[in-house]
């Protein structure tokens, strides 16, 4: 029995790990939908509650109704919004 | 035909896979199947052999509604209509590009935060006055804008002074989801990211810039800003729609510098 060379072995367990890795990303990344047919739509959407739905999702708060505003954030003072804007294109015009 | 897909809130693109033997109005519509007022997409395309939809999603519901119908013939049951048929349907990886987003700016953060909650929920929440949770953005949510009694045609403004943002009720619930997201990441450039509040077109490219960066549909931000400028059809408006056009073009490529032309 021929005994292969080392290297070689490993040279090729490499790429067959690399190829068995993509493959299982692809099949992964894709999943194939059974398509059940609804016929009949519910209505469940009359009832529907947002405490349901993962934090990331829930709706902002609501201020009470004659609340005060609070003060949103302020415009950021860069230099391109006070019309300062400095050229890197033109070596007699730095700004 | 409806398929029933569970999407567990994940993000995610939608394969649709359609088949017609002749050319048909194909139309796709994914809604929520449990919150009221909730579209992801609404769209048709004339498929004549087979075409395949993709429906990019960075927000998803627990279980979507898939209506997949010829629009000639109207919502069927299978087998009721055999002009088209539904290949598959699958769950693919979103494809993001959050590079081209300043995530370090924390007004950015913050603000996609507030902006993607509302518009998931502005289907099925009460109008009033809703604030972000670090308190930096408010915004009121009214049943209609109005000047002087006039209803006005805009879905959202923004106080160039004080950054409240006004919403019209009556505009964004019919509005998809990526479709409010476009309009409010719009009005968020004027005042934190555009270098002159007042210029339209630096607020559209600035607010898509991060609108495709997420992952949201092109499609989308077509339709909204197609239909806002439809009800002011003003040359100006033509030159801000032919920009757009040409920056989501443009923005596969990562080319996103708009040249003096």
Redesign the interface.
């Known amino acids: 029995m021929q005994i292969l060379n080392y290297d070689i072995d490993k040279k090729y367990l490499i790429y067959a790990g690399i190829g068995a890795f993509v493959l299982l990303v692809i099949y992964a990344?894709?999943?194939?939908?059974d398509?059940?047919?609804?016929?009949a739509?519910t209505n469940?959407?009359?009832n529907?509650d947002?405490s349901?739905?993962?934090e990331?999702?829930?709706?902002?708060?609501?201020?009470p109704?004659n609340?005060e505003?609070?003060?949103?954030?302020?415009?950021?003072v860069?230099l391109?919004?006070i019309?300062v804007k400095p050229r890197f294109d033109n070596n007699n015009n730095i700004f | 035909m409806v398929i029933q897909v569970p999407t567990n809130f994940e993000e995610l693109t939608l394969v649709i896979k359609v088949w017609t033997s002749k050319p048909e109005k194909i139309v796709i519509k994914v809604i929520d199947a449990d919150q009221p007022n909730t579209t992801f997409t609404n769209r048709d395309k004339i498929v004549d052999g087979e075409s395949i939809f993709f429906v990019r999603m960075p927000v998803s519901p627990k279980n979507a509604l898939v209506y997949v119908y010829n629009d000639v013939n109207g919502n069927l049951l299978k087998g009721q209509d055999n002009s088209f048929n539904i290949e598959s349907i699958t769950k693919q990886m979103l494809e993001k590009k959050l590079d081209v987003i300043d995530f370090s700016n924390p007004l950015v953060r913050s603000f996609v935060n507030f902006a993607t909650r509302f518009c998931y929920c502005a289907g099925s929440i009460p109008s009033g006055n809703y604030v972000s949770k670090d308190g930096k953005f408010v915004l009121k949510y009214m049943p209609t804008i109005s000047d002087g009694g006039e209803e006005q045609t805009t879905p959202a403004r923004i106080e160039l002074d004080t950054g409240v943002i006004e919403v019209s009720k009556r505009q964004f619930i019919d509005f998809t989801v990526p479709n409010r997201m476009a309009i409010l990441l719009h009005e968020f450039s004027h005042v934190y990211l555009n270098d002159n509040v007042d210029d339209e077109v630096e607020a559209d490219l600035n607010g898509l810039l991060i609108y495709l960066g997420l992952g949201y549909p092109r499609i989308e931000a077509f339709e909204v800003f197609g239909n806002t400028f439809i009800n002011a059809p003003t040359e100006g408006n033509k030159i801000r729609y032919d920009k757009i056009i040409s920056f989501i073009d443009n923005f596969e490529h990562y080319d996103t510098v708009m040249k003096n032309e």
């Open positions: 990344s894709t999943r194939k939908v398509l059940i047919e609804i016929t739509p469940a959407t009359a529907f947002h349901s739905l993962p990331s999702l829930q709706p902002p708060e609501r201020l109704d609340a505003l609070p003060i949103p954030a302020k415009r950021p860069t391109n919004a019309g």
